[in-house]
């Protein structure tokens, strides 16, 4: 499973509407307004890069009032949780 954030800047028009229709893209699993520099920052979930060029240059393309995109692909992943789990059983 590959993880991605995917930064979405829209243009005037298309800003309301694109936030919903990014939302329904199979593999966009989480979708956020943002201040600064870009209006979206998107979540996406695939099985591997060939899923991910396909979501960014192909589903994505086809989102009217998307003027640009960003894409940073997650290497390694740290949650609160596994810390915590981790100094629960002894791990130092």
């Known amino acids: 499973m590959l993880t991605a954030f995917l930064m979405v800047t829209c243009n005037r028009a298309g ?7 990014l939302a329904a893209v199979d593999g ?3 979708v956020y307004t ?7 920052i998107a979540i996406a979930r ?5 899923a991910l060029a396909e979501l960014v240059t192909g589903r994505l393309r086809a989102i ?3 003027s640009r995109t960003d894409t940073h ?3 390694r992943e740290y ?7 981790a100094f629960e059983i002894g791990v130092d």
């Open 15 to 21: 800003l309301a509407e694109v936030g919903p229709r």
């Open 64 to 66: 009217e009032g998307i």
């Open 73 to 75: 692909v997650a290497m």
């Open 34 to 40: 943002t201040t600064g520099s870009v209006d979206y």
């Open 28 to 30: 966009i699993t989480e």
């Open 79 to 85: 949650s609160a949780a596994d810390i915590e789990a």
């Open 46 to 50: 695939v099985k591997d890069m060939e």
